[in-house]
């Protein structure tokens, strides 16, 4: 399954403590996994949200006192709904485990390690997703078991299915061909009682490899009917499954005795007597084994669905009488216009259809523009008739994504109509993978501007004022990294970096982010300035063994103070590479430069991640800069945030301040630093009057 941010985790946490919630919520915000949480306060309001409202997973605290994680247990049972519970703990030993067990939840969750919430909750959201799945394929499989029923109890060819050796089914045809009246009087009968006496022991012996596995899908035998006439037999084997019993599907067939006249015989049943084309359903065998060798291979075909536009008029035009005669000439317009490799068939009373095989996007939408401009840049004799008539065509590129007989059909017909629809003379191809295919170019698109921008420095820098709140000002600013779109339009990081992180470019733009703010540190210098500017970098750089030498050497160029560089790095990404994170600080440590957590506070536990990790820098995640002047919540954890770091030693910065009474709340709980637009937008130059 893939989590992200098109695909949201509906999310209920039981929990007392708001607090404790929304880190749990923050927590995996900051892994990728988009949540819509709900927190109810009573045991009414979780039923009602549960009734409601649709929910993917419970996260229940076991020592939640407002809704007991037995009323959680009763209210989600009582539901009737496959909603998973997890409980949450703060240690676990054999007693709790039983008791979670006997609760009947799905297994339990450490609270206070992050990466276990994260590892059950996509693991508990992954097996639901599957379960959904396998109930929607499960209906899907009995309505189609329910129309193969009816299609082969109307069938002309003789069709029984065998298990054990014994049938399960016969359809009328096939208690026709033996002399039966009812399917009452076959059931249960051997297979072996419909075969001549001198047919018998050589027929056992396939009973013996059909119950090994390996029964070849075609024998000839001689059968004998109900009153003891035998006639020579061709029988075709399937595998099959029926009422969810493992059998067989036998097709039966009576062989004539002269080959040349069966082989006439079997041409003739394939085909449609008024084109000479294959009729719909030798169509859909071969139909059906081109999904089948797409789902299993990934190959691809065309399927393409014809009709003449306006065909009623046509017959006003030339008579009904001549009906045949006007769908015999397309027929053979279309045989002389596709391949030799494609098959055609006359799909309905004046729908043709085309089957080609091992064909891409662009051959399938060519033969469909072929067969639209043999029909409409020539002259149709229908008869003694010369008729202008053009078509509209409707496809689809069968594929791994659409491996289903009834989602090709149904696809290529509704591209039919819409073509027919806008006035015909048109082709509508579906193309499953078409969105893949868009979505390859346009990374491949934005990998070449990447890599561009790194040779041909392109990218750019925007420098935002960091306004200290409390004793002398200090000149600082933040860097922003911006690209120089085709048209001199600045394009924001988030726009490109998902895409730099899959095609391991981070580490590069991290490199020219550093690269560039040491130059202007050693520009501000020479030109007397003490300016600190902090810039952002990825995980990546905890990777690169060279960065540390790369800063030595850019410091050194540009003769730049070390301590005027601040580099910030996610609390998530330290907490989860906190070794490295480590170790990349003691490297840098030696030439001044100091290492800073953005996105701070959203964590579990963030200050305990302080005692293994000595940021120089805290900046406050901005989600507790939204409506700050209202929401008292959030005031608290910035007071708290602040007080904790004072006693550490930790400077602390607010960003994204939107109003002037955010400031007045950060002023007095005590936060050093601030920035926002309020305060000043993020432009080219530094000229910010400290």
Known sequence: MQFGKDTALRLLIVDDSVEAAEA????????????????PENEGELASLIASQPQDLVLAAREARNVPITKVMQVVDASGKDLPVLVLLDSV?????????????????????????QARVRAEWADLEARRTQRRLEAQIRE???????????????????????????????????????????????LLDLIAPAKVEGFKQLLKQISKGDAPPRHETEA????????????????????GENCLQVILRRQEVDPELAREVEELRQRDQATGLLNRATFLRSLEDAVATSAQNGTHHGLLLLEPDHFNRLLQDIGLDAADSLVAAMAGRLRKAVGPNDVVARFGEHQFAVLTPNSDHRQTTGLAEALRSAFSENVLEAG???????????????????????????????????????????????????ADRAEEERIEAWVTRIRDA????????????????????????????????????LVPPLAFLQIAEEHGLLWEIDRWVVGKAISVIGDRMRAGRQTTVLVK?????????????????????????????????????????????????????PYGVRVGLEQFGVGLNSFQLLTHFNADLLKIDRSFMQELAGNAEHQQRVRD????????GKTTIAEFVQDAGSMSILFGAGIDYAQGNFLAPPGPNMDYEF
């Open 224 to 243: 004998r009917t109900l009153d003891g006439n035998q006639f020579p037999a061709v029988m075709e084997f399937t595998a099959a499954t029926y009422e």
């Open 144 to 190: 189609t078991e329910r129309r193969c029923d009816a299609l082969i109890d109307s069938s002309r060819e003789p069709i029984a299915y065998i298990h054990e050796g014994m049938h399960i089914r016969a359809n009328a045809a096939y208690l026709e061909v033996f002399g039966f009246e009812s399917f009452d009087e076959i059931e249960g009968m051997s």
């Open 384 to 434: 003694d008739r010369s008729l202008s008539t053009t078509v509209s065509i409707g496809g689809v590129l069968i594929g791994e994504k659409i491996a289903s007989v009834t989602a090709v059909l149904g696809k290529a017909s509704q591209c039919l109509q819409s073509a027919s629809g806008v006035g015909g003379n048109r082709t509508e191809l579906f193309d499953p993978g078409a």
């Open 641 to 648: 945030i602040a007080d904790k770091a004072r006693e550490l």
């Open 24 to 39: 749990i919520v923050s927590g995996l915000r900051n892994t990728g996994i988009a949540v819509r949480p709900s927190r």
């Open 93 to 117: 030993d054999e007693t709790r485990l039983m008791e979670t067990v006997t609760l009947g939840a799905r297994g339990v969750i450490l609270r206070n390690h992050s990466e276990h919430v």
């Open 537 to 589: 970098i990825t995980q990546a750089s905890l990777q690169d063994n060279t960065l540390q030498q790369y800063i030595q050497e850019k410091l050194a160029k540009h003769g730049a103070d070390g301590r005027m560089l601040v580099l910030q790095l996610p609390e998530s990404k330290v907490f989860t590479h906190l070794r490295a994170a480590q170790e990349f600080q003691a490297q840098v440590a």
């Open 454 to 489: 790194l040779d041909a420095d392109r990218f750019i820098m925007e420098y935002q004022p960091l306004i200290g709140l409390h004793g002398e000002p200090v000149e600082m600013y933040e860097a922003y990294l911006r690209l120089q779109g085709e048209h001199g339009e």
